[in-house]
């Protein structure tokens, strides 16, 4: 809608200023609906983030909180070089930086509407006609003749209708949704850069504990292979203890491919060639960190991308005033000056002097129902954007819904996979005890040892789903924090530690 203005012309103003003032006036209305952010209820907490669950824990809102170098939670030297590295070089975060920088060009472009056009210019015409034809001659004879000039222009549309500022507006609103997209872009590289090195760390934990255990089976191989040798053992306990030993070293085999896609991973996300990359193994000291959850109204200020749905929106909205002053007439001032003359000697003089100027009042009458339809356009565009930045909240919700129910399902499967690791050791222990004393055969020997291998892996891999998950909470949220103290991180890693 157009802002309220109210003018009352004084008699005694004289005319020039009355026009100057009501220009002036006329400059500060503006058509088209002023933007409101689409309404959401968003809820007033999260369903599943009540009360205290190892890994995350509600948050203190701080509105200066350092949504920075949220990887520095995971305490990993290496992790934080890799990252700073990618934010350096990714090439993905440079094309999205690119483009942010292509909408403040754009913003710059539309900024311009508010500045008069100012031009000048030079030339030389030669003509000439035939003899029959009536002309102006030159020095040299013939009907042929010069003229030169030089001239200078300046012109001006007075944004009456606001189109220029409501153009300047959607485009700087789309230009932050571009500072939006570079920051949702930069984070999801951040957090696949993240959760490439914890898997690759998880494998290289569960490639020492095959190792090891390829080891130990090896020295009950030789063990068998001694008591066949006296007639204790039979064998089939023999091939039996052969089949674990290989079976389990195709496993290690086994992760140096997986291994070496993340390592390739990495390398990309960093814009380095694969071949150029190595990263040596590492001793596992990964903890779970606490994550702030916050409240569902923080996540719509958070997240990168439901910002830029909501700028987007914004942009949309602008864009209805600039179809919508379209119906109005244009005002444009404009002066023209310069000199022209036959002769270059008198070029400059007072004679050879011309000059413009005047204002001019254009509308559109009839155009078939362009006007009428740019608006229709323009308003769906609107709703459309809308409904995308609603949808955008909402998925954000639903995802951080997703992985506090996932978080505290896993924390729970993780003490109950550790009473079943504890009885796999012991029923390994046991059962290798009765084999030394000949009361079993090697076969429930490697029946039992599988399984504890298994329990062992599975562990493992239960503690890199709870990294990957938290890694994925926090994105989900948004980002960064301000770190807890030292003090309190600590004591939270400390209760959050595997067991392998």
């Not at 004084?10 to 689409?38: M, S, T």
Request: glycine share 8%; proline share 4%; charged share 20%.
């Amino acid at each position: 809608m157009m802002r309220n203005a109210k003018f009352f012309p004084n008699a005694f103003l004289p005319r020039g200023a009355a026009a100057a003032a009501l220009c002036a006036l006329l400059g500060a209305c503006a058509v088209g609906p002023d933007y409101q952010r689409p309404s959401l209820d968003v809820g007033a907490a999260y369903k599943e983030g009540q009360g205290e669950v190892e890994g995350w824990k509600l948050a203190r809102p701080s509105d200066d909180a350092d949504r920075g170098a949220w990887w520095r939670v995971y305490d990993d030297a290496t992790l934080d070089g890799l990252v700073e590295r990618l934010n350096a070089s990714n090439q993905t975060v440079a094309q999205a930086e690119a483009n942010y920088r292509q909408a403040l060009g754009l913003v710059r472009g539309a900024r311009a509407g508010f500045f008069p056009t100012v031009g000048a210019g030079a030339g030389l015409t030669r003509s000439g006609s035939g003899a029959g034809q009536s002309g102006s001659s030159s020095a040299s004879g013939g009907n042929v003749s010069n003229q030169y000039s030089l001239t200078g222009s300046v012109s001006w549309e007075v944004d009456l209708w606001g189109r220029v500022r409501r153009s300047v507006e959607s485009s700087e609103a789309s230009a932050a949704a571009s500072l939006a997209d570079l920051g949702a872009t930069r984070l999801s590289a951040q957090a696949a850069l993240v959760q490439s090195y914890l898997q690759l760390r998880v494998l290289d934990e569960q490639k020492r504990l095959l190792d090891a255990t390829v080891a130990a089976y090896e020295k009950s191989l030789q063990l068998t292979q001694n008591r066949y040798a006296v007639g204790v053992a039979g064998q089939a306990d023999v091939a039996v203890a052969r089949t674990q030993v290989e079976s389990t070293r195709a496993q290690s085999i086994d992760l140096d491919w997986q291994r070496g896609q993340l390592e390739h991973a990495i390398a990309v996300l960093m814009g380095q060639a694969p071949s150029q990359f190595s990263l040596p193994p590492a001793v596992f000291a990964l903890r779970l960190p606490q994550i702030p959850v916050g409240l569902p109204s923080e996540l719509l200020e958070r997240r990168p991308d439901v910002a830029a749905a909501e700028r987007r929106a914004a942009a949309a909205n602008a864009q209805i005033g600039v179809a919508q002053a379209a119906w109005f007439p244009s005002l444009t001032l404009s002066a023209d000056g310069g000199f022209r003359n036959g002769q270059f000697a008198d070029l400059l003089t007072a004679p050879a002097r011309f000059w413009s100027l005047g204002p001019a009042l254009a509308m559109t009458i009839f155009d078939g129902g362009a006007r009428e339809a740019q608006v229709e356009q323009a308003r769906a565009s609107y709703d459309a954007q809308a409904a995308a930045y609603r949808q955008a909240a909402l998925t954000g919700l639903r995802e951080v819904e997703d992985y506090l129910i996932q978080l505290r399902v896993m924390e729970s499967e993780q003490v109950v996979q550790r009473r079943a690791l504890e009885s796999a050791r012991e029923s390994l222990r046991l059962i290798q005890n009765q084999y030394k004393a000949g009361l079993v055969d090697y076969l429930s020997v490697a029946v039992v040892d599988a399984t504890a291998l298994s329990s062992e892996r599975n562990a493992l891999s239960l503690l890199g789903n709870r990294l990957t998950a938290s890694v994925n909470l926090i994105v989900a949220l948004g980002g960064g924090w301000e770190p807890p103290a030292p003090e309190a991180q600590a004591q939270a890693q400390g209760s959050a530690q595997a067991q392998p």
